[in-house]
């Protein structure tokens, strides 16, 4: 790879041979410091897959041509010492090396001149080419196409941390166009190495500090997406410092500007009875601005969250997926949230007290809702009458919940348009994979109440005018046909039919 004088103006007084020697020790330097052991971690780290495209088109449009540096070759050039100055390089992020380096291995040609051809070939002539592609890539990073690499910033492991400190540490303006921060919550508490302590100082100095440059304090103020994850079973109760101290890239800069925010606890239930505390700073005026709001595999009491403090006054959807939670906690914290116009509870346990059923919540803290989505409760009673949410517009629920209904009478909100129903559920505690599936008969049993249910509804939802059917597993022929014939009749202008049925099945309907 012809980097040896990407930066240079002064191109046309170096030969092409002093250029070949000088970059082939170029290439197997940076290869040997930005590629050696990370190869693997490239192809499955999300923080790349996010940064190979916008590369990859980004050198596209720098005209570049690309060469094939065997592997062989490389290695013959290859030199141990890591202390070589080589400043082009090095002005470089090493993910525009990671993607440059594995474009290079995928050429099937090589810019050098072919053994047995004269001088001043075509493929010489390509070789020149490359350098001047090269050389614009180079120039071009240094603009504003580094906005769309840092624009997002996703860190797993203390390896991303050491990649994304690296390239901060020498251009540290790349924080200002920081719009979305992913990162792991262990990466909090671990125990940092000498080389991540000196990142962390640099940010908690530059951020995080009062003191510090006025655009690197606010460039965290850009931030507008955050994703927090725990992989392991330590409690949120052990990380309470390290949300109490903010030291990690200036977190506390920026929460007053987050508008999304998304807690995952990990692949089970942990327990998470100071999932939001108020020093961690969920409440208050530090989001005040948060509108989108995750909870995902936590144990939520009904102590979980503190309420009757200070509300969210600008949440507008809230999701709680495969969580347990309790109908008092819930109430609590739609109590809080007078914005809020999408809620999701999908795969959850839910604990409902004598006083304060799931049905009555819903009654009466969503009576301003748009969107609703209710999906494979356990532990829930029926709910009933939805006519007081006069708001709902788009409804989402599977059909074991109007199946439990079937006894009570389920009616539909009066302002309903859009209908959805997923048709297959597997049984609670089962993968997906041994999930049951329907016979032909009880599908159109199922069908046929569905059918009566939206006919019924068409006197008092005058605005109903979709219906969809959407199967989870997508392992069962259904005669798509009979289905459409049950509800072609009650009159609706779209009907939408998600089957995820068998691929031949699709064939033979062609």
């Known amino acids: 790879m012809l980097l040896?004088?990407?930066?240079?103006?002064?191109?046309?007084?170096?030969?092409?041979?002093?250029?070949?020697?000088?970059?082939?020790?170029?290439?197997?330097?940076?290869?040997?410091?930005?590629?050696?052991?990370?190869?693997?971690?490239?192809?499955?780290?999300?923080?790349?897959?996010?940064?190979?495209?916008?590369?990859?088109?980004?050198?596209?449009?720098?005209?570049?041509?690309?060469?094939?540096?065997?592997?062989s070759r490389v290695a013959q050039r290859r030199r141990s010492d890591a202390s070589a100055d080589i400043s082009p390089v090095a002005q470089l992020p090493p993910e525009i090396l990671l993607v440059i380096f594995d474009l290079l291995r995928r050429r099937s040609r090589c810019g050098a001149q072919p053994v047995g051809e004269r001088r001043g070939t075509r493929a010489r002539s390509r070789g020149y080419c490359d350098v001047l592609a090269v050389q614009l890539v180079c120039r071009t990073w240094k603009g504003p196409a580094t906005q769309v690499l840092y624009d997002q910033v996703v860190l797993h492991d203390a390896t991303d941390l050491d990649r994304f400190g690296c390239s901060i540490a020498r251009r540290p303006q790349?924080?200002?166009?920081?719009?979305?921060?992913?990162?792991?919550?262990?990466?909090?508490?671990?125990?940092?190495?000498?080389?991540?302590?000196?990142?962390?100082?640099?940010?908690?100095?530059?951020?995080?500090?009062?003191?510090?440059?006025?655009?690197?304090?606010l460039a965290w103020n850009t931030v507008r997406t955050v994703s927090v994850e725990d992989e392991h079973a330590r409690s949120w109760e052990e990380r309470r410092n390290a949300w109490e101290d903010s030291r990690f890239f200036g977190f506390e800069q920026c929460s007053s500007h987050v508008s999304s925010l998304q807690l995952v606890a990990g692949d089970e239930f942990r327990e998470v009875d100071v999932v939001l505390p108020p020093h961690a700073g969920i409440y208050g005026r530090r989001f005040k601005h948060l509108k989108d709001l995750w909870l995902s595999r936590a144990d939520l009491p009904a102590d979980g969250i503190p309420v009757g403090t200070q509300p969210l006054p600008s949440l507008e959807t809230l999701r709680v997926t495969e969580c347990k939670i309790s109908s008092r906690w819930l109430a609590a914290l739609l109590a809080e949230v007078p914005s809020l116009r999408s809620l999701d509870i999908s795969s959850s346990t839910v604990c409902e007290g004598?006083?304060?059923?799931?049905?009555?919540?819903?009654?009466?803290?969503?009576?301003?809702?748009?969107?609703?989505?209710?999906?494979?409760?356990?532990?829930?009673?029926?709910?009933?009458?939805?006519?007081?949410?006069?708001?709902?517009?788009?409804?989402?629920?599977?059909?074991?919940?109007?199946?439990?209904?079937?006894?009570?009478?389920?009616?539909?909100?009066?302002?309903?348009e859009k209908l959805v129903?997923?048709?297959?559920?597997?049984?609670?505690?089962?993968?997906?994979?041994?999930?049951?599936?329907?016979?032909?008969?009880?599908?159109?049993?199922?069908?046929?109440?569905?059918?009566?249910?939206?006919?019924?509804?068409?006197?008092?939802?005058p605005a109903l005018r979709r219906v969809e059917l959407r199967d989870q597993v997508g392992k069962e022929t259904w005669p798509i046909w009979e289905v459409a014939s049950y509800l072609l009749y009650s009159q609706l202008e779209t009907l939408g039919i998600f089957l995820d049925v068998h691929l031949r099945f699709a064939r033979r309907v062609r």
């Open 4 to 71: 040896g004088v990407a930066q240079n103006d002064t191109f046309g007084t170096t030969t092409y041979g002093q250029l070949l020697d000088a970059d082939l020790r170029t290439a197997s330097h940076a290869h040997e410091i930005f590629t050696m052991g990370l190869g693997s971690a490239t192809q499955s780290s999300p923080f790349y897959s996010a940064l190979i495209p916008p590369a990859t088109m980004l050198l596209a449009t720098g005209m570049w041509k690309g060469m094939q540096w065997t592997q």
């Open 174 to 217: 790349l924080l200002q166009h920081v719009q979305g921060l992913h990162f792991n919550h262990d990466m909090l508490t671990d125990e940092p190495s000498d080389n991540q302590r000196q990142y962390l100082e640099l940010l908690s100095r530059h951020i995080s500090s009062d003191a510090g440059p006025r655009d690197l304090t």
């Open 354 to 416: 004598g006083d304060m059923p799931l049905r009555d919540v819903l009654q009466q803290q969503c009576r301003s809702l748009t969107q609703l989505t209710i999906r494979d409760l356990r532990g829930a009673s029926a709910i009933g009458s939805m006519s007081a949410l006069e708001s709902l517009r788009s409804w989402t629920l599977s059909y074991d919940i109007l199946e439990q209904q079937s006894g009570t009478g389920l009616v539909a909100p009066p302002a309903l």
């Open 421 to 461: 129903v997923f048709m297959d559920n597997p049984p609670h505690g089962v993968s997906s994979k041994k999930s049951r599936r329907h016979p032909s008969h009880k599908l159109l049993n199922e069908i046929g109440t569905i059918s009566s249910l939206v006919r019924s509804w068409k006197r008092t939802c």
